[in-house]
C-alpha cells in the first residue's frame, strides 16, 4: 500500500536519482517533487532503511544543481538568518512548528519513527536547507515558510538543462547483437 501522496518512483526515476547521488539511492519510495527538467528532484524516503535503521529524513533532495546552490545559501550564513528570526518572531515561528508537525504526519502516515525528529532543525531551529526546500517542493508553497523563503533565493537550476540525462521509461540500454 503506498500511503504517499506523490506517485512511486519508476525503474527509470531510481536511475535518474541514482546518477543524481553517483550512488544507489536508499530507502526510495516516490517521487515528491520533479524539477522543470522532467527528473527528480526530490524523493520521498522510507522511515526506515531495509535494514530497519531509522531514515527520519522523509524529503531529500537528489538533484545535484539545487543541492550545490542550497550549500552557497548555508555557507552564505541564511540559517544562523532564519534561526534567529525564529526566536524573535512569533508567527515565523508558528508557522515553523506546523511545517515541522506537517512533516511528522506526512512520515507517520508511511511509518510512526518514536522519539525521532522531524528534519532540518524543526521546529526549533534552521539546521538544513536541503531538507527545509526539499518539505517545501514536496509539500507546495505555504507549508513550510522557511523552506519556502530558501527556495525563493535561489537561482534557476533548471535552466541549463536536465544534471543527469532523462531516462527512458522501458528502454533497454543493451546493444542488441546479431550474428
Known amino acids: 500500500m503506498n500511503s504517499s501522496q506523490h506517485p512511486p518512483a519508476t525503474p527509470a526515476d531510481a536511475a535518474a536519482v541514482q546518477a543524481q547521488l553517483g550512488r544507489p539511492p536508499r530507502g526510495l519510495r516516490a517521487v515528491a517533487h520533479r524539477c522543470p527538467c522532467g527528473n ?7 522511515p526506515r532503511l531495509e535494514d530497519g535503521t531509522p531514515f527520519p ?49 506526512r512520515r507517520d502516515a508511511i511509518e510512526v519513527l518514536e522519539g525521532f525528529p522531524s528534519a532540518g532543525g524543526m521546529p526549533d531551529r534552521v539546521k538544513c536547507l536541503h531538507v527545509l526546500v526539499g518539505h517545501s517542493l514536496a509539500a507546495g508553497p505555504g507549508v513550510n515558510p522557511l523552506g519556502d523563503e530558501a527556495l525563493a533565493m535561489l537561482p534557476e537550476w533548471w535552466a541549463k538543462g536536465p544534471c543527469v540525462p532523462l531516462p527512458q521509461e522501458g528502454h533497454d540500454d543493451r546493444q542488441e547483437t546479431s550474428s
Open 57 to 105: 529524513t522523509l524529503y531529500y533532495l537528489t538533484c545535484p544543481r539545487a543541492a550545490s546552490a542550497i550549500g552557497t545559501l548555508e555557507a552564505d550564513g541564511v540559517m544562523k538568518t532564519m534561526t534567529a528570526r525564529l526566536a524573535e518572531d512569533p508567527e515565523l515561528a508558528a508557522a515553523y512548528r506546523a511545517a515541522h508537525e506537517d512533516y511528522i504526519a
Open 40 to 46: 527528480p528532484d526530490v524523493v520521498e524516503t522510507q
